[in-house]
């Protein structure tokens, strides 16, 4: 749905990064060489996705403009919900996101 109506509203190509949930290396990779400008749609879930995070710190890393869409639901973390993103993923997924060079002081 989301590739559709941004289709109509753009000529610029749209990258979804649910489509490639599969490959992480895929979405930062794209993130890092194909994006001119990171669209994040700011839920109450969005920060606790690992890939998610990713993608954001790849943006700052690689000064991709973000454009944040705020939804229904969403609350802006404080410092303390901040620090705390990296206790709701698994060592495993933490283990993932180091892979690619990410960290999570870089998350916080």
């Known amino acids: 749905f989301c590739n559709i109506v941004l ?7 749209v990258f979804l990064d649910a489509d490639q949930l599969e490959d992480l290396e895929l979405i930062f990779e ?3 060489s ?17 890939w998610c995070a990713g993608e954001i710190v790849t ?3 690689f000064n991709i403009p973000m454009v944040p869409v705020l939804c229904d639901g969403y609350s802006r973390p404080d410092g303390a919900g901040i620090r ?3 206790d709701l993923w ?3 997924e933490k283990h993932t996101l180091a892979t690619f060079g990410i960290v999570m002081d870089m998350v916080q």
Not at 7 to 13: E, H, N, Q, V
Not at 34 to 49: K, M
């Open 59 to 61: 943006a700052q890393l």
């Open 90 to 92: 698994t060592e495993g």
């Open 7 to 13: 289709a109509k509203a753009s000529r610029a190509k």
């Open 84 to 86: 705390g993103l990296c």
């Open 34 to 50: 194909s994006t001119r400008n990171l669209v994040v749609l700011l839920t109450q879930e969005v920060l606790s996705r690992m």
């Open 30 to 32: 794209t993130v890092r």
